[in-house]
Each structure stands twice: as structure tokens, then as C-alpha cells.
């Protein structure tokens, strides 16, 4: 089969599974964290459904590995919270200890410090039912809401999805609530140390914080009650303000679920409309098949949706097929039009841009911005003024959140902090929201070809340039670049030397030259390109792993756009895309490619596998005029 037919079949299946009202949308899968948290939390407000628990073990049980563990990710290593949260889901279902799933699990736990050792959101979840104690946990008080913005460890030098979730907790720990489960953990209990309670060196910023630490203890204990209820109460109308229309919070679970917490111990009634329209939610993110139940911690309809227009105009698909037009449509709609927690950093800029998930108007990001941009100007509008305008605020917006040292962030501007990373409570996945080289990259390519469209867009070249400068220093000394998004250095490789050829420089240039030779010498034997997570932590990983159709055309996007789509390397990477290709015209792909947290929390787009093999197989098939 040539390339050409390949990507045919690619490309209908694509079309095929567009939503009647324009959008895209496939599953988005994470860990069986989620699912264990979602029965601890039917189970604290008292809606716990039987089926509902019977479903969901039977989900956490298929997951579970032969060695009786959980991982975060496709053939990952075991992970100690989520097989502690997944053992102790299945246990509250009425899996017995000496059945022999759980007692492999349990012998892991053990092995690995006991439950102790798990994370601190973990010990949280124990602590709402009394198996774990409150004032053994790391404190962060509600008092922080009422920090100014120039204070450090105000709530807003967390990254955006840090601090909805930090807010919630502090109302929940505040009130430290406990409901009995009628269980206990006793079996996978060694009485290890916490890892927090693990004294720092002294004279180390952990060291001073494990002090402050003591001292807010002695604060929570005794709490200046005006003071406190002041903070309650401000914390109450923060999380209130921040409802999404679909009754999320933050278009993510943690904060969704831990905004509920916060609002029931504050009294809030479940039928009052607010929780009622928050649990009610959930069952929009729900997926039941074959009597199993799951969830999905987050949706990506508009991220879905530009990628799939961008690769059907790769695909060759005319810029005013029907499809094409119903996709523009929706993302037109999705808009966001109100000043988000953004302005915080950015109080005088105007609003624009576009979030990840169907409602989220707080939080747009500058890479479904990019991304829904480079998409809408490949398609030819009955109406052109609204793309216009909606490209014009685009552009305006995304150069207004530049952060400082020239480069883009996912949500937010100069979200740097080193201080929160800091705090004894926070030892799960990222904190602070710093630029990153793939969210750099698309606004880089993005601002570039809207500028070289000539359409009278107020795009700035002088943030360009210092975009470019940035991604130039950015780049890792064996030419790659870091993916904070995807997995992992070839994501952002794939995303930083087609930024770079946008913005002008050349395929010669040794940025570009670099960059292609990593890839080439990280090309699999089959042809074709993959990196595993463990490349976030053990750098001997880095652009090793199984070959996944997704990263295969990350690298390939890379080398066609640097002019070596005739190259071995990029002939040999189309040739595994066609062979590995199913007869529906998709891929298989059960690993994980996308990145929530670095070393803690990794996304499988199921989208992924389809949406960027289009993209590279047409722009190979365009730039190689499909020879081969």
C-alpha cells in the first residue's frame, strides 16, 4: 500500500468519527486513581451506589498488572499511591484480604513502606475516613486565600490547576471532617515515616519549611477564628465564582471533586444547585463497557478538534468541505470572552483564546489557542469576519501572556515560583506553570504563518524573535528539546524545529541540523520512533522506547519540515505509518503519549494515534509529491 492510500483511509476514518455538531472528541485515559477517588467520594456524601461500585471495581480489577500493582501509564513501573488507592477501592467493594489480587497488591504496599509512604493526596482521602490523621498531614491553612499577590505563597503563585485544587483543600482540612468506611488498612500499614516527616538537611529550604510547617500546626490547632472565618468564607465565594457551566471545576477532576468536598463541609445541601449541577457532571465523563466502569479525569474537544482540522488540511481536504466548516463553527463558538484568573498576572489585557475542555472559560490556554488558530486559518469561512476578529484577539492575547524571559506558559504568565514546589503538602506532580518549549513552539509557528498570511493581524516580530531566542536556549545540548506536554523529548522536538522554520530559519541552520540528527539517531531499528515516561526521570530513557504511531509522527513532522522528507529516516518512519496501519484506516496505540505531571501523572490521548499520523503522512505525501 503506497502512502497516498494510507493516508485516504486515515483521513475518512478521521471524518468519520466527527460529532454531528463539528467537534471531535475521544477518550482521554489516565490511571485508576481516578476511579477509586470518584467511589471515596460517592461513599464521604453518602450517594454511594452499589452497581456504581461494582461496575468501577471491575475496572480497577481488570487493570490490575500480573504482579498484583497498578502503574500510571501502559507498562510503566508499579506506582505505591495508586495500587494503595486502587487495593483500598477494592477493598471497600468487598474484595477479600487473602484473595489472591489483593494480597499480591498488599505484599507490594508493604514492600514498599506501607501505605505511610504514599502521597500526601492519598493520606487525604484516608484522613476523610479515619484512617489516617488529620493533624499528621502537612498543613496549609485557608489563611492563604487572603495572601496579597506580592506575598510569596499566595494562591496565585500556584499553576492554575494547583491552586483550585489547593483552595478546596484548605476549606476540607480546615473543617477536617472523618465518616466511618467501615474498613480499616491495617494489613498494609508498616508504621514507616511519612516521606515529609523525613528530616531535611539543615540549612535547606526544605528544612525551613518543614519549621513553618510546625508552626502552622500550632496555628491550626488554635486558629484566630475572625481571621479564619474571614478565610473560610472567602475561600467559599473563590470556589463558587469558579463553576464551569457543565458543574466542573477547571475542566479537571482533582479540583472538580475537592470544590464539592469543600462546599458540603461548608454546608452546602446536595440538592442545592450548585452540587447538585457539580455531581450531575460526572456523568458526562463517565464510560461503561462490557459491565466495567471508568472515568475520564479531563475532555479535550477543542484540542481534539483543532488537531483533527489541522491534519485533514494536511490530508488535502478542500478549506470549504462541509466538515471543515462544522469544525470552524464549534471552535468559533468556543471562544472564551471573559477575563479569567490569567489577568491576575495580565489585569489590562483583553480577553481571547481558547480552552482544553467544553466548559472552562477561567482557564484558556495559549496551546488550544495556538493550535485552534493554525487551524482556523486552513479553512475558508462562509463568513470571514469572525475568524477575523476571533484570530485578531487570538494573536493580541497570546502575545499579551509572553512571560518575561520571552517564552509561553500553558496558562498563565511568569508563574515561576520556586518557593510553593517547596511546601511539605505538595509532593504530587507539577505546581507552578513555567514556559515550556512545545507551548512555546506552536505560539511561535502560530503567530509566523499568520503573519505570512498577510492578513493584517497585529502579529509582533519582536515577540517572535524573542519566542525564538528562546527556544534557541532552550535546546538541550544533544539537540532535542524538553516535552512538557507530551512524551517526551522527541514531543518537543517534533513541535520546536517547525517553529523555527516558521520564524525563518534556515534547514542549515545548526539548531535545525541538530535537531534532525537526534532524531535520526534515536530512530528505532522498525523505523519508526518512540520515547517511555521514564525518560522524566532517568535520562537514559530519553527518545527510547516501544514505537508509537504518535511519536513516529512527531519526529517526522521534525524532518519534513527541515526539507529531509526524502531522507532514509523519514522514508523509513512513513514505511512503518503504512505498514502498522489497521484496515479501518487507524492505529493501535495502548501506550501513553501525553504528560499531566512529569513523573507523576501521564495521559493517553486515544486520538493521538489517528489525528497526528494525518498530519505526517500528508504533509510527506505533499512534500515528496508521494514518491515511494
Known sequence: MSAEQSLARARDRLLNLQDAKGWWKDELE????????????????????????????NWIRHSQRADGTWSTYFQGPADLSVTVEAYWALRYAGDPVDADHMAKAAAYIRGEGGLERSRVFTRVWMALFGLWRWEDLPALPPEVVLLPKNVPLNIYDFACWARQTVVALTVVGAYRPVRSMGISLDEIRTGALPPERELARNGTVARRFQRIDRALHIYENRPYQRLRQWALSRAEQWIVARQ???????????????????????????????????????????????????????QSPVWDTCLALVALADAGLEPDDSQMEAGARWLLDQEVHVVGDWAEQRPHLAPGGWAFEFENNYYPDLDDTAEVALALRRIRHPDAKPVQKALERAVVWAQGMQCADGGWAAFDADNCSPLVAELPFCDFGEVIDPPSADVTAHVVEMLCELDT??????????????????????QEDDGSWFGRWGANYIYGTGAAVPAL??????????????????????????????????SYTDQNWRGRGETTPSQTAWALLALIAAGRAEGEAARRGVAWLVANQRADGDWDEPWYTGTGFSGDFYIRYHLYRLVFPVMALGRWVRATSGKG
Open 30 to 57: 489516565t490511571n485508576v486513581s481516578i476511579e477509586a477517588e470518584d467511589l471515596f467520594l460517592r461513599e464521604f456524601l453518602g450517594i454511594a451506589d452499589p452497581e456504581i461500585t461494582r461496575q468501577t471495581a
Open 244 to 298: 464551569e457551566a457543565d458543574g466542573c471545576w477547571g475542566g479537571i477532576q482533582p479540583p472538580w471533586v475537592y470544590s464539592l468536598l469543600a462546599l458540603y463541609v461548608r454546608g452546602y445541601s446536595l440538592k442545592h444547585p450548585i452540587l447538585a449541577k457539580g455531581l450531575e457532571g460526572f456523568d458526562a465523563w463517565t464510560i461503561v463497557e462490557d459491565d466495567m466502569r471508568r472515568l475520564e479525569c479531563c
Open 453 to 474: 498570511d498577510r492578513l493584517g493581524l497585529p502579529v509582533d516580530r519582536e515577540a517572535v524573535d524573542r519566542g525564538v531566542q528562546w527556544l534557541s536556549a532552550e
Open 501 to 534: 522554520i516558521s520564524a525563518g530559519v534556515p534547514t542549515d541552520d545548526d539548531r535545525v541540523v541538530k535537531a534532525c540528527r537526534w532524531l535520526e539517531s534515536v530512530q528505532n531499528p522498525d523505523g519508526g520512533w518512540g520515547e517511555d515516561m521514564r
